[in-house]
Nanobody
Framework: QVQLVESGGGLVQAGGSLRLSCAAS????????MGWFRQPPGKEREFVAA????????ENANSVKGRFTISRDNAKNTVYLQMNSLKPEDTAVYYC?????????????????WGQGTQVTVSS
């Protein structure tokens, strides 16, 4: 069993930055692929970014390319999402997800473990 706890959400003005963190329990964090997803108000949850178990491969949604960066520190059992140049349309609940895999996974149906989510609100 893996438990994921997100932090770092909040209220920020458009153009600002936030860094989300996701701390994972367990000793096998380095064998998990990790992803970030978000659910805007009134919409379905969508893919944001994902990273392979080693951190050597990443994938970003087109809507966040050039603005968001996913990274991980396996020594700290933590994955990060650095969000720059935030826009009002980035407002959403952001979820961290994990699954045992060696590749980058962009489909939320492939993730076995989910955090509780953290709210990000970008004001215009």
């Amino acid at each position: 069993q893996v438990q994921l706890v997100e932090s770092g959400g909040g209220l920020v003005q458009a153009g600002g930055s936030l860094r989300l963190s996701c701390a994972a329990s367990g000793r096998t964090f380095s064998s998990f692929s990790m992803g970030w997803f978000r659910q805007p108000p009134g919409k379905e949850r969508e893919f944001v970014a994902a990273i392979s178990w080693s951190g050597g491969s990443t994938e970003n949604a087109n809507s966040v390319k050039g603005r968001f960066t996913i990274s991980r520190d396996n020594a700290k059992n933590t994955v990060y999402l650095q969000m720059n140049s935030l826009k009002p349309e980035d407002t959403a609940v952001y979820y961290c997800a994990a699954t045992r895999s060696t590749t980058v996974l962009t489909s939320q149906s492939l993730y076995a473990y989910w955090g509780q989510g953290t709210q990000v609100t970008v004001s215009s």
